[in-house]
């Protein structure tokens, strides 16, 4: 099984816009080492000289394989020796007095036994922390960009999610943003198709926002670029998930699972499946009840609810769970039942069609001389006289059309009140459908 580490229920970084527009060529592992480390360091940012997290820790919040710790050493002295350059884009100090600041991401590190000790500069900790504008940063979001070009893409785009689109940012400025070395992708086409187009592309489908793109020219040369930013579907679960088929009830606890608890995706597959979605709901809501949760002082809670699970540890249930269970089953109710409508409207155009078709086949068996009295009677009808529309049709399709055929079969009903004597009922020919599913499969 997947050990997986405990994230605060809000798994989000509020990271100062300056250390997001910044000049710095990091590989997308180095970009997501700079942000979980900030992200762990963050409440405690000003009153605590040194910080501290596990490699385990680390390597999970990245999505990267636990045991190559030499490459995540690599990676955060990268960041010691990176220098970033602030305000790019900041318009507001775009000043005569050119405003500028520079720095490396990381004073020291570290590592030792399996934990990660760092520290900020003094100048840095005021910075992040004292913000004067932020961007949210969804830690599930960041784990599952694979290019590093992605990654850099929706930390620019991100902080503008309100005003649903970027400033104009200058291609030299936007190259610097992305990370992208100077004499890399210089011509245009390239820089657009493996920067631009891939990173777009990664964002749209990973995160909470979908990208637009707009090229300012000068001529034949690209000038500028902007972004505009529309809602996205935000995932719940990554790529691997996709198939995963839920019920209603354990769509809710799976989001429980994922987001509240950072459970691995397999492990929630696979107890749900074991346990059914109200033991597990059960073993949540008491996991998350306890003050160790609440204060953040459990550091594993994966392996509490997987004892809880296994052992049926149990906690009397405060009125507002009971409240909450109420509202979960209303809700699942109602759900329940508009899928169930749905689906039998679904069964009863089904058998329309099935009902139509069978009088069709009748028709089909008369005679040339029958069904040429019986076409001749229809078309002088006061149904097809009453409306010129469908005597014209008629005229044209005859019986390949489907408004005429609706019509044809409520006229031959009128004079054959036995035409559907031998069809079945709607019951039955759900029953029936079913049926043929179930061998099929």
């Given at each position: 099984?997947?050990?997986?580490?405990?994230?605060?229920?809000?798994?989000?970084?509020?990271?100062?816009?300056?250390?997001?527009?910044?000049?710095?060529p990091l590989t997308l592992i180095q970009r997501?080492?700079?942000?979980?480390?900030?992200?762990?360091?963050?409440?405690?940012?000003?009153?605590?000289?040194?910080?501290?997290?596990?490699?385990?820790?680390?390597?999970?919040?990245?999505?990267?394989?636990?045991?190559?710790?030499?490459?995540?050493?690599?990676?955060?002295?990268?960041?010691?020796?990176?220098?970033?350059?602030?305000?790019?884009?900041?318009?507001?100090?775009?000043?005569?007095?050119?405003?500028?600041?520079?720095?490396?991401?990381?004073?020291?590190?570290?590592?030792?036994?399996?934990?990660?000790?760092?520290?900020?500069?003094?100048?840095?900790?005021?910075?992040?922390?004292?913000?004067?504008?932020?961007?949210?940063?969804?830690?599930?979001?960041?784990?599952?960009?694979?290019?590093?070009?992605?990654?850099?893409?929706?930390?620019?785009?991100?902080?503008?999610?309100?005003?649903?689109?970027?400033?104009?940012?200058?291609?030299?400025?936007?190259?610097?943003?992305?990370?992208?070395?100077?004499?890399?992708?210089?011509?245009?086409?390239?820089?657009?198709?493996?920067?631009?187009?891939?990173?777009?592309?990664?964002?749209?489908?990973?995160?909470?926002?979908?990208?637009?793109?707009?090229?300012?020219?000068?001529?034949?040369?690209?000038?500028?670029?902007?972004?505009?930013?529309?809602?996205?579907?935000?995932?719940?679960?990554?790529?691997?998930?996709?198939?995963?088929?839920?019920?209603?009830?354990?769509?809710?606890?799976?989001?429980?699972?994922?987001?509240?608890?950072?459970?691995?995706?397999?492990?929630?597959?696979?107890?749900?499946?074991?346990?059914?979605?109200?033991?597990?709901?059960?073993?949540?809501?008491?996991?998350?009840?306890?003050?160790?949760?609440?204060?953040?002082?459990?550091?594993?809670?994966?392996?509490?609810?997987?004892?809880?699970?296994?052992?049926d540890y149990k906690a009397p249930k405060s009125?507002?769970?009971?409240?909450?269970?109420?509202?979960?089953?209303?809700?699942?109710?109602?759900?329940?039942?508009?899928?169930?409508?749905?689906?039998?409207?679904?069964?009863?155009?089904?058998?329309?069609?099935?009902?139509?078709?069978?009088?069709?086949?009748?028709?089909?068996?008369?005679?040339?001389?029958?069904?040429?009295e019986l076409l001749r009677a229809f078309s002088?009808?006061?149904?097809?006289?009453?409306?010129?529309?469908?005597?014209?049709?008629?005229?044209?399709?005859?019986?390949?059309?489907?408004?005429?055929?609706?019509?044809?079969?409520?006229?031959?009903?009128?004079?054959?009140?036995?035409?559907?004597?031998?069809?079945?009922?709607?019951?039955?020919?759900?029953?029936?459908?079913?049926?043929?599913?179930?061998?099929?499969?």
């Open positions: 099984m997947n050990q997986v580490v405990e994230v605060n229920k809000e798994q989000s970084l509020k990271k100062h816009v300056a250390a997001i527009h910044a000049s710095n997501k080492l700079a942000n979980v480390l900030l992200y762990n360091a963050y409440q405690n940012l000003l009153t605590q000289e040194e910080h501290i997290i596990s490699i385990r820790e680390l390597c999970v919040l990245i999505d990267f394989e636990s045991h190559a710790i030499e490459q995540v050493k690599t990676a955060v002295k990268k960041l010691m020796s990176t220098v970033i350059e602030w305000n790019l884009v900041d318009r507001e100090k775009e000043t005569k007095d050119n405003y500028w600041v520079a720095s490396t991401m990381l004073a020291s590190v570290e590592i030792k036994a399996g934990i990660c000790k760092y520290t900020y500069s003094k100048h840095l900790k005021e910075l992040f922390y004292h913000p004067e504008l932020f961007a949210t940063l969804d830690m599930l979001i960041l784990r599952r960009f694979k290019s590093s070009y992605g990654l850099a893409l929706y930390e620019n785009c991100i902080r503008f999610k309100k005003v649903r689109q970027t400033p104009w940012f200058e291609i030299p400025v936007f190259r610097k943003l992305m990370g992208v070395a100077e004499k890399k992708y210089t011509q245009f086409s390239d820089f657009k198709r493996r920067v631009i187009d891939a990173a777009v592309k990664e964002v749209n489908e990973h995160a909470q926002i979908n990208l637009n793109v707009e090229l300012k020219q000068e001529g034949r040369v690209v000038k500028a670029i902007k972004f505009y930013i529309a809602e996205g579907a935000h995932p719940l679960t990554s790529e691997a998930d996709v198939n995963v088929v839920l019920t209603t009830e354990e769509e809710k606890v799976w989001t429980l699972l994922i987001h509240d608890l950072a459970v691995d995706s397999q492990d929630a597959k696979n107890w749900l499946a074991e346990y059914g979605a109200e033991y597990v709901f059960d073993k949540v809501m008491y996991i998350m009840s306890t003050k160790a949760f609440k204060s953040g002082a459990m550091n594993y809670p994966t392996q509490y609810l997987k004892k809880a699970l296994e052992k009125s507002s769970q009971l409240l909450w269970e109420a509202k979960q089953k209303k809700e699942t109710e109602i759900e329940n039942k508009r899928v169930h409508d749905k689906k039998l409207e679904k069964q009863k155009l089904a058998y329309s069609s099935y009902k139509t078709e069978t009088v069709i086949q009748k028709f089909s068996q008369l005679t040339a001389k029958e069904k040429k002088s009808s006061k149904i097809v006289n009453d409306a010129p529309v469908l005597q014209d049709l008629f005229n044209r399709s005859s019986l390949d059309s489907p408004i005429v055929r609706s019509h044809f079969i409520k006229f031959w009903l009128q004079i054959n009140p036995t035409l559907y004597d031998d069809v079945i009922t709607l019951e039955d020919y759900i029953m029936q459908q079913k049926n043929a599913h179930e061998k099929n499969i």
